[in-house]
């Protein structure tokens, strides 16, 4: 169950978001991918769940079912919490001959329960605030057992209790069921907590690898200004970056 | 760069055909793009995969929620073609073929288009708008993560709905606008009665009318449906993008039905 990326290159409008990176995601390993915003880590990970398509490089992944969360919840809206989560339980044939809507119906609450929100059910999206929509989303992600799991700043706007039980969680999958994790995250403390390698991006390339402690060691120019955010170092930030 | 290119590349001629193949280009993109989900659509439609609850509930809100729009469409426009042609009639001595004439333009033309017109600015702004609004937030994305077509999930009930009830709304339409159109020409002129009306649309009415009538509103239904989701599909960059694909999904709507009005009546009529 591993992610093999090689030379990928990505252009939009013929700027290089990505040129020519490979990296590799191994079985239950959680990656954190680091970087500022429009570095392209959302960009890496809709290639590998296969939503764009690359301009070069390959991507390999083993069979399985790949999971998102994304960075702006992406709830559908005209649902509510319980058929969102339930969503594909519901649409995918697979899920529907195996489980009854009682069945159904528990696993969500569990889903619920796991992402500290229960007995919402009945509400809709828009009644939610920001981190609550993040955490059903990863609820959603979650329900079928995933091989797979892209989090898109999963602990984004949420508070540090909040951002704690999700990093526990996003441990304990991929300890559990060994789901095998790429990251994308700004926090520090999300890093530290749940990823065991970290690949930091710069300009399309990759300009760190190593793990979480050689991250805040700090003897990589770039990781030594992206963990302390100083204005002056390798990175500089150009109107062209966002 | 030359420096005759970059000469070249400011003047007006090469600008304007660089717009003018860009258009052609996205024209040629949305036609195809129509095109090929239709075909997708049809795939499931065939192998019968949807559900009917689905279908059910966009049925509801396309014939339900559009249609005092549409009878009011409808019904004023059998009222302003009787205005015009009943006193004309009456002078001209022929009083006995109003009816027809109303009964004629409705069930032939009228009826549809009307009907075509008000659903593409009720419902089939609704169904664009709804869709480009998933797609710049993400959800259409959502969709394909998990693994559901959205074609299936959002084109396939749709069309079905569209194909399945437009019939139904061209009746009530048609038939409430002859009923609008005989009020007005009695209200005209006296020489025209009631029974003298309706028996002048009974003459006017022929079975092929009506049955092409429904197969053309089945068209224009599926049409309308498909011709919306597929710019709303489209949409890109936010709320303007939204507003956007919205817009091209009341114009190629209303374009398509047009076209396939014209089909018809070549076809049938010519
Ligand atoms: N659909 C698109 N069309 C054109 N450019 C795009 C598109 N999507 C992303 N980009 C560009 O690609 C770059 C990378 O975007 P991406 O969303 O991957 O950044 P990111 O690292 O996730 O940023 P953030 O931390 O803000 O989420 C950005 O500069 C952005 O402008
Ligand atoms: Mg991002």
Known sequence: MTIKINNLTKLYDDRKVLDDISFEVKDGEVLAVIGFSGSG?????????????????????????????????????????????????????????????EQIKFMVAKCLEIVG????????????????????????????????????????????????????????????????????????????RCANRVIMLYNGKIVFEGTPDDLIKQDNPYTRQFVTGAIDGPMKITASSF | MSKFNIIFRETATYRFYKLFIKQMREFLETVGNIALRLLESLKYIFTLQFKLSEVIEQSKRFAIDSL?????????????????????????????????????????????IMSGFAIISMIGSAFASEIATMKVTDQIDALRVLQVSPIKYLFVPRILAGTIMMPFIVVIASVVGIIFGGLTAQMTSHEVSGLCYYTSVWHGLYVRDINIALFKASCFGGA??????????????????????????VVWSFVTIVIIDYCFALFFYF
Do not use: W
Not at chain 1, 94 to 100: I, L, S
Not at chain 2, 234 to 244: H, Q
């Open chain 1, 117 to 192: 929100l229960p007995g919402i059910e009945e509400k809709f999206p828009h009644e939610l605030s920001g981190g609550m929509q993040k955490r059903v989303s990863l609820a959603r992600a979650i329900i079928t057992n995933p091989k797979y799991i892209l989090y898109d700043e999963p602990t984004a706007g949420l508070d540090p209790i909040a951002s704690t039980v999700i990093e526990n969680y996003i441990l304990r999958l991929s300890q559990d069921i060994h789901a095998t994790s790429v990251l994308v995250t700004h926090q520090m403390s999300t890093i530290k």
């Open chain 1, 41 to 101: 880590k959302s960009t890496i990970l809709k290639l590998i769940s296969g939503l764009i398509e690359a301009d070069g490089g390959e991507i390999k992944v083993d069979d399985g079912d790949i999971a998102m969360v994304f960075q702006y919840s992406a709830l559908f809206d005209s649902l509510n919490v319980f058929d969102n989560i339930s969503f594909a339980l519901h649409e995918r044939k697979e899920f529907r001959k195996k489980y009854t809507p």
């Open chain 2, 224 to 249: 309308i449906a498909l011709v919306s989701s597929s710019c709303g599909y489209e949409a890109k960059n936010g709320a303007k993008g939204v507003g956007l694909a919205t817009t091209k999904a």
């Open chain 2, 68 to 112: 005092p729009i549409t009878l009011t469409i409808v019904a004023m426009t059998a009222v302003i073609v009787s205005i015009q042609v009943a006193p004309e009639l009456v002078k001209q001595g022929g009083k006995d073929y109003i009816g027809l004439l109303v009964a004629l333009t409705m069930v032939r033309e009228i009826g549809t």
